[in-house]
């Protein structure tokens, strides 16, 4: 279970966080504002800031999630399925400056491998709530692709002014659109007969790779191939 105090310095930091950024000073103020002291605020997180931020792209994950299941999706197509997702997404932001402050802390090198980690727990997500069932290579390369997309799709609306974010919309539009381009194409490569011995060793590659366990596989082989 998830310690309420994490929850109330959360609560406590976002309004430093405009200012001061996903800082020592900024977690400083929030402990202060919780009526906790230093020490006890880092035995919640003990890494500060940071952790504070990761636990806050976690609660924007987990809106989604909950956007997504409780909409009903039946009559879409499957890019727009994954386009609600991504918006769903960026709606459970209410703040687009702590965003963008994150985008900062997690281009520090230091920090990275956790803001590579937080994009890729994005996509899974999607990709989960979504009734991804894939087992083998491409577990994968959905959530790789996916990751691309959402990550190219928060620069893009962090400087997105338009009304109703209309911009933004039509950017997500069009990475999907380049992503299932290209299905298309490595579709056709797949079945030429020209290319299937050069094709040879990428499958028995891929059928090495162990994705994580999961109940009777119920997709189609491919990245994002699915009726469209």
Known sequence: MTDPRRATLLDAIMPHVP??????????AAAADADMTLADAKTVCPRGAVDLAIAFHLEGDAQMVTAIKEADLSEMRFRDKVAFAIRARLDAVDDKEAVRR????????????DGAKLIWGTADAIWTALGDTSRDINWYTKRATLSGVYASTVLYWLGDYSSDQHATDAFIARRIGDVMQFEMVKAQVNNSKLFKPFLAPLSHLAGMVKAPARGPRTDVPGMWTTPD
Do not use: K, R, V
Request: glycine residues 14%; without cysteine.
């Open 19 to 28: 200012f001061d950024g996903w800082t020592p000073e900024a977690f400083a």
């Open 102 to 113: 994150g985008s900062t802390l997690f281009a520090l090198p230091i920090y990275g491998a």
